[in-house]
């Protein structure tokens, strides 16, 4: 029987570089509060010695800690960079980036977007406010009136429609992954649907799931809202699915 020595093989790691430790360290004084947005970081120089580290580390460790959005250095300012509020900035871009790569198939993203949606719906109808339900028909009605002016203007008025109802959650995580997750699925196929037989179809079809679905919004009736959601989805994007991937898709038709 072989030894450990020859049925293992790790391959070898490279060194932490200590300016991720720096980034480490920083982040996680504003992240738990100790660093507060608006206040300033040390001195370039004080903070060599604080870390125990050359001029070269630090200034690496603030240029990743400001591409990240977490401080901004001034020019000129001698009290040192200033921490950012978080915003969901760096999220969304992380977020958009990884939709985007190759290694995720349109199955998948429109898997999740069925998934996303549909839950999306189902707190929108269970917790929109009566100003945010007539967002919602406000919208609908731009939806409505952008029939007769093209492909581009109605999707335009069908993404805004899907932000007042994420908005309606009060979740910023299911607005930002449903706007990031939306805007990829419609840019890997919107030339194929604005070039259909009969795009005004499309359109129709479309503004009708709307409407049913803010009859659920307004009723407060979360699972027929999910429910609509998945299927309309399902409906609109499954035939630019890989014909042997789309069982992936129907188990949440049934839920």
Same mark, same amino acid.
């Given at each position: *029987?072989?030894?450990?020595?020859?049925?293992?093989?790790?391959?070898?790691? +490279?060194?932490?570089?200590?300016?991720?430790?720096?980034? $480490?360290?920083?982040?996680?004084?504003?992240?738990?509060?100790?660093?507060?947005? @608006?206040?300033?970081?040390? &001195? $370039?120089?004080?903070? *060599?010695?604080? #870390?125990?580290?050359?001029? &070269?580390?630090?200034?690496?460790?603030?240029?990743?800690?400001?591409?990240?959005?977490?401080?901004?250095?001034?020019?000129?300012?001698?009290?040192?960079?200033?921490?950012?509020?978080?915003? +969901? @900035?760096?999220?969304?871009?992380?977020?958009?980036?990884?939709?985007?790569?190759?290694?995720?198939?349109?199955? /998948?993203?429109?898997?999740?977007? !069925?998934?996303?949606?549909?839950?999306?719906?189902?707190?929108?109808?269970?917790?929109?406010?009566?100003?945010?339900?007539? $967002?919602? $028909?406000?919208?609908?009605?731009? !939806?409505?009136?952008?029939?007769?002016?093209?492909?581009?203007?109605? +999707?335009?008025?069908?993404?805004? #429609?899907?932000?007042?109802?994420?908005?309606?959650?009060?979740?910023?995580?299911?607005?930002?992954? =449903?706007?990031?997750?939306?805007?990829?699925?419609? &840019?890997?196929? /919107?030339?194929?649907?604005?070039?259909?037989?009969?795009?005004?179809?499309? !359109?129709?079809?479309?503004?009708?799931?709307?409407?049913?679905?803010?009859?659920?919004?307004?009723?407060?009736? =979360?699972?027929?809202?999910?429910?609509?959601?998945?299927?309309?989805? %399902?409906?609109?994007?499954?035939? %630019?699915?890989?014909?042997?991937?789309?069982?992936?898709?129907?188990?949440?038709?049934?839920?």
């Amino acid at each position: *029987m072989p030894n450990l020595d020859q049925q293992l093989r790790f391959a070898p790691v +490279s060194r932490v570089r200590a300016y991720e430790r720096v980034v $480490e360290q920083i982040e996680a004084a504003v992240l738990d509060g100790r660093l507060r947005p @608006g206040e300033h970081l040390p &001195s $370039e120089r004080e903070l *060599m010695v604080q #870390f125990d580290v050359g001029r &070269s580390t630090i200034r690496e460790a603030l240029r990743v800690l400001q591409s990240n959005g977490l401080v901004r250095s001034r020019a000129g300012d001698p009290r040192g960079p200033q921490v950012q509020p978080v915003s +969901s @900035g760096a999220l969304e871009k992380s977020m958009t980036m990884l939709a985007r790569a190759s290694a995720l198939s349109l199955t /998948e993203l429109v898997q999740f977007r !069925m998934l996303l949606e549909g839950s999306a719906n189902q707190l929108a109808a269970r917790l929109r406010t009566p100003e945010q339900l007539a $967002e919602m $028909e406000a919208a609908l009605e731009v !939806m409505r009136a952008a029939l007769d002016e093209g492909f581009a203007e109605f +999707s335009r008025a069908d993404v805004a #429609f899907h932000e007042t109802v994420a908005k309606a959650t009060g979740n910023t995580l299911i607005q930002i992954c =449903g706007a990031v997750v939306r805007d990829v699925v419609v &840019s890997l196929i /919107e030339d194929k649907i604005a070039h259909a037989p009969d795009s005004r179809a499309l !359109m129709q079809t479309s503004l009708q799931h709307h409407a049913n679905v803010l009859d659920a919004v307004r009723d407060g009736d =979360g699972d027929r809202a999910a429910s609509l959601a998945r299927q309309s989805l %399902y409906d609109y994007y499954a035939e %630019y699915v890989p014909e042997d991937e789309r069982a992936k898709l129907l188990p949440l038709l049934r839920s």
